[in-house]
């Protein structure tokens, strides 16, 4: 059972990078519509509201990727705490993968929705890696009892 539990890790380290990817294509596309996109005889990227949304799009993608790459570090140096931070990068990357996917469909309007637009794919996979290797619920499980167990990660403890 440990050994299986241990797979899981490595697992939930795919799925986390799985969701940046998607979140990366999503940023992506959604920059490139913007430049391409006309509204009020501008293009789209010259809206202010609409660079914010971008930028924090952009900033949610970085952060997940460093996540993630911290917990996978952790897994290969073979950390006690590497569950742990498997988990928070499983659970923080899926869910800020899934929100830049869906503000990048967002950006698009009715378009994000048609099959000729790589956002649909990718908000039905976005969506999913917050399921697979253990829902985002179970890891918010895993991390609290991790802390209340005394075995939490220096970094919050």
Do not use: W
């Amino acid at each position: 059972f440990k050994i299986a539990m241990k797979g899981l890790d490595g697992g939930r380290i795919n799925i986390a990078t799985c969701s940046v990817g998607a979140a990366q294509g999503a940023l992506t596309q959604a920059q490139q519509y913007m430049q391409d996109r006309k509204q009020f005889g501008k293009s789209i990227a010259s809206f202010q509201a609409l660079q914010f949304k971008l930028a924090d799009m952009a900033t949610e993608l970085v952060a997940a990727r460093q996540m993630v790459r911290l917990a996978a570090s952790k897994l290969d140096a073979g950390a006690r705490d590497a569950t742990t931070y498997c988990a928070m990068a499983k659970r923080f990357a899926t869910d800020a993968g899934f929100t830049v996917v869906n503000e990048a469909l967002q950006l698009h309007g009715g378009y994000g929705y048609i099959r000729e637009y790589p956002l649909e794919r990718l908000l039905r996979d976005a969506r999913v890696h917050q399921i697979l290797e253990g829902t985002n619920e179970i890891m918010r499980v895993i991390i609290a009892r991790r802390m209340l167990d005394g075995d939490a990660p220096e970094a919050i403890r």
